[in-house]
């Protein structure tokens, strides 16, 4: 099996479905499917079950991502730096992130500080998006849900999804939930956008639960970490949430439920031509996150 062959597999992992990943990689589902029962068929062990909505890792298959995810991202990663070992980039790029979009961004920006060390590169935490491109001065964004407006570049990085978390002695001191009518008995935790906006209604597929906040906040990382010292139950999108999960510090409540899927995207102005700087920051993350 080839490294595109582990790539597939990993974004089937990750997005759950055959078309998802045909969809990320431009290439068509039967592919997709052919090259995955491929490598079953190599390991003489089933990487997935089966069902007509989800894709669910079986437990081989979770081992099998443990052990070669960070093994295709470091292959990924040496090519990338081979490609470019006789560049000699150099200069500053400032790019923004929203405020929950650091968590995922900063091992993607130490291998480029590392790759690149004549570069200075300034990251400013921003809450309203792509609007702050051209009042903060900065070289590009990276931006979260739908993102659009005149004289804009718009790649898509991943997606992210919202789900329901709260922590182990927030659990332990409150009533069972076993349904989504459950929460009105719980405390909440809700998130204002840089607009103003407040999730009066938390819709899931096949549910709309009211909300009665006891803590509001205007960024995602504060719900967090509200969330993991105990205040309520909180929406987080999983790229906050899955390291404390892992560790034990959150659980992941009702998982069958979730706010959908929204895409995390880098943009950039094309008013004016990008430096080299910021061009090679864009093929750098388009080469490790989209891979990954």
């Known amino acids: 099996m080839n490294i595109k062959d582990l790539e597939l597999f990993i974004a089937v992992a990750k997005l759950g479905s055959f078309s998802k990943a045909a969809k990320s990689f431009d290439t068509r589902r039967a592919l997709v499917s052919r090259r995955i029962g491929e490598i079953e068929k190599q390991l003489g062990a089933p990487l997935f079950t089966r069902t007509t909505r989800v894709m669910v890792l079986t437990t081989a298959g979770r081992q099998y991502l443990a052990q070669i995810e960070p093994l295709v991202s470091q292959l990924n990663h040496a090519g990338y730096v081979f490609k470019h070992r006789h560049d000699e980039v150099q200069g500053k790029l ?25 570069v200075q590169l300034e990251v400013l935490i921003v809450s309203d998006g792509s609007k702050e491109l051209n009042r903060l001065g900065l070289d590009l964004i990276i931006d979260a849900g739908e993102v659009n407006g005149a004289n804009l570049a718009v790649h898509k990085l991943t997606t992210f999804e919202r789900k329901i978390y709260a922590s182990p002695s927030y659990l332990e001191k409150s009533s069972l939930i076993e349904n989504t009518d459950d929460l009105q008995y719980h405390s909440l935790l809700g998130f204002r956008d840089a607009h103003g906006q407040l999730e009066q209604t938390w ?30 139950i909180a929406l987080l999108p999983h790229v906050i949430a899955h390291e404390a999960v892992d560790q034990g510090q959150l659980i992941n409540i009702l998982p069958q439920h ?29 080469q490790e996150m989209v891979a990954n």
């Open 203 to 232: 819709h899931f597929q096949h549910a709309n639960v009211p909300t009665h906040y006891k803590v509001i906040c205007s960024d995602f990382n504060s719900l967090y970490h509200f969330c993991l010292a105990g205040a309520g």
């Open 94 to 118: 400032r790019i923004g992130l929203l405020p929950f979009v650091d968590k995922l961004m900063d091992k993607y920006i130490a291998h480029f500080i590392h790759a690149y060390p004549q």
């Open 258 to 286: 979730s706010i959908g899927f929204a895409d995390i995207s880098l943009a950039y102005s094309t008013k004016s031509p990008q430096s080299s700087v910021a061009k090679v920051f864009c093929e750098h993350l388009l």
